[in-house]
């Protein structure tokens, strides 16, 4: 039951609607301002669980016995550079060191070993392959038509005042002009010649093809 109010205190029926309202926003301010007070206070005690003594230094971890032992890091040799193999080649062909210009095809760089078998009365467990001799494909030059021509029409005329074998070269190159590769040719014979076929129906780029011999590679 309601008990009476002693004289001079303070009696809650008195209180307007404005007055009850006054006080409700009152109680609530200082209660949201103790909250606020002690959200911040815990949240700082644990920043400060966290975070370590900026003065107070920290223990290395202790190792593992158990861990397996990791190998030391082994410094990786340098990349090696690279270098074009050769997909875009042009061709140098020279007869006793004169060169007789470009060529954009070769064809025919191969050699060929004989073999005769002879089966032996007893042995029946293989066949001997012997070789007998080694023979040499003919060479065919491509390119288009350049005055370098004039230095192979030169050179095959060069058959007629007398039968002359020269040593030649025939050097592959990349697009910028270092070597890939070179062959050694003993004993070369020009073969035959082929030039450019002018036909104004037909308008094509005008090569020559040239084909020499040889007796073998030199070392």
């Known amino acids: 039951m309601y008990s009476a109010v002693p004289a001079g205190g303070f009696?809650?029926?008195?209180?307007?609607?404005?007055?009850?309202?006054?006080?409700?926003?009152?109680?609530?301010?200082?209660?949201?301002?103790?909250?606020?007070?002690?959200?911040?206070?815990?949240?700082?005690?644990?920043?400060?669980?966290?975070?370590?003594a900026p003065d107070r230094p920290t223990r290395p971890p202790r190792p593992n016995p158990?861990?397996?032992?990791l190998a030391p890091p082994t410094e990786r040799p340098p990349p090696m550079p690279r270098q074009d193999p050769g997909s875009t080649i042009w061709f140098t062909l020279t007869i006793d060191g004169e060169s007789l210009g470009y060529f954009n095809g070769c064809e025919g760089l191969s050699s060929h070993v004989e073999v005769e078998q002879r089966q032996e009365g007893g042995n029946n467990g293989f066949v001997w392959q012997l070789p007998t001799r080694v023979s040499y494909s003919n060479i065919r030059?491509?390119?288009?038509l350049t005055p370098d021509t004039a230095k192979v029409a030169k050179w095959i005329s060069s058959v007629q005042t007398g039968i002359k074998r020269p040593t030649a070269?025939?050097?592959?190159?990349?697009?910028?002009?270092?070597?890939?590769a070179r062959w050694g040719l003993i004993e070369v014979l020009p073969v035959s010649w082929q030039g450019p076929s002018l036909d104004p129906a037909s308008p094509a780029v005008a090569t020559e093809v040239l084909e020499i011999a040889h007796h073998g590679f030199t070392d």
Not at 141 to 144: A, D, G, N, S, Y
């Open 11 to 52: 009696d809650p029926r008195e209180l307007t609607d404005f007055q009850l309202d006054e006080l409700v926003h009152r109680i609530i301010g200082r209660v949201t301002r103790l909250v606020r007070t002690e959200l911040r206070m815990d949240r700082e005690r644990v920043g400060r669980l966290r975070d370590p």
């Open 66 to 69: 158990r861990a397996p032992r």
């Open 141 to 144: 030059l491509t390119r288009p």
């Open 169 to 180: 070269q025939i050097s592959a190159l990349r697009a910028d002009g270092s070597l890939v």
